[in-house]
């Protein structure tokens, strides 16, 4: 977490600031363990006041503010950080605050509670370097079925963790995997190369619609409270879940099995045996 949906709530969440020109960048002080940045805090300023937001956009699960001079700043929520424009859910986890001027919004805030994420200012060459197809695959909502079926169809790995490999189509992760995969019936445990192209075709339909529902939703807000959108709201997705985090609980799709939960490459899957068949 945050994941494709999350980060692409993030994205929206920013657009009062497109037009917007950096004025001033503030690094609060913070006892709590520093974000991964580049270049390094005492330049941003000299790189950033001045230049305008010309767009916000998405690659995988990173959020990149479009500056002029085809320079952008590049965030990564990781586990549990924040793109905001509304007060934060604590002052003491605020990472970088861009205070803006002649934009529909006054600043926006990284907020991290855990420090995991990262930010940097890159060149339009650094983020081909660093996020291209070299690094990333085709992203879930723009992948076609037949690429998606020759990304995974003959791969001797379960198709699970296979979902969550960024070098093969970016942005699904955990959670969504697990929703995903019930929804389509298919045991996560199954080897990508036992499941029929009919079945490839289906399970990329049902990731694009799963995801797409997310993003209308805002969103998964999980019972931690740690996801919010830009204006510090809960999202609604999590409303929606059929698996995750239901381990134990009936089966809402077949009503005559239980959720499970087992670990696959360290990470926690979620699903019904009895309707997720194994092939």
């Known amino acids: 977490m945050p994941e494709l949906p999350e980060v692409e709530t993030m994205r929206r969440g920013l657009f009062p600031a497109i037009g917007g020109t950096i004025r001033r960048v503030e690094f609060p002080e913070s006892r709590y ?17 001045g230049r305008s937001i ?9 959020v990149l503010i479009r500056l002029d ?65 070299a690094v990333l695959g085709t992203d879930a909502l723009k992948i076609d079925a037949k690429e998606f079926h020759q990304r995974y169809g003959k791969l001797k790995r379960p198709v699970k963790p296979a979902l969550l490999d960024q070098r093969l189509v970016a942005g699904v992760g955990n959670l969504y995997a697990s929703e995903i995969l019930h929804r389509a019936a298919i045991d996560p445990r ?69 959720i499970r939960r087992i670990v696959q490459s360290q990470r926690s899957t979620f699903f019904c045996s009895e309707c997720q068949k194994r092939a």
């Open 69 to 133: 001079d085809d320079f952008q700043i590049v965030l990564q929520p990781k586990m549990a950080g924040l793109t905001l424009i509304a007060d934060p859910p604590t002052l003491e986890h605020i990472r970088l605050v861009i205070h803006l001027e002649n934009a529909h919004c006054e600043r926006i805030l990284y907020w991290d509670r855990r420090g995991l994420g990262t930010a940097h200012i890159w060149s339009a060459d650094q983020c081909d370097q660093f996020l291209g197809p």
């Open 33 to 49: 363990r520093p974000i991964v940045m580049s270049p390094a805090p005492n330049l941003w300023a000299s790189s950033l006041v």
């Open 190 to 258: 199954t080897l990508c190369l036992r499941i029929s192209k009919p079945k490839w075709h289906r399970i990329h339909q049902i990731m694009q619609q799963v995801l797409l529902d997310a993003i209308d939703n805002e969103g998964s807000t999980l019972s931690d409270g740690t996801y919010r959108n830009a204006i510090n709201g809960e999202g609604g997705f999590q409303h929606f879940h059929l698996v995750y985090a239901r381990d134990g609980q009936i089966c809402t799709s077949c009503r005559s099995g239980t």
């Open 54 to 62: 010309l767009g916000i956009d998405r690659i995988a699960k990173r």
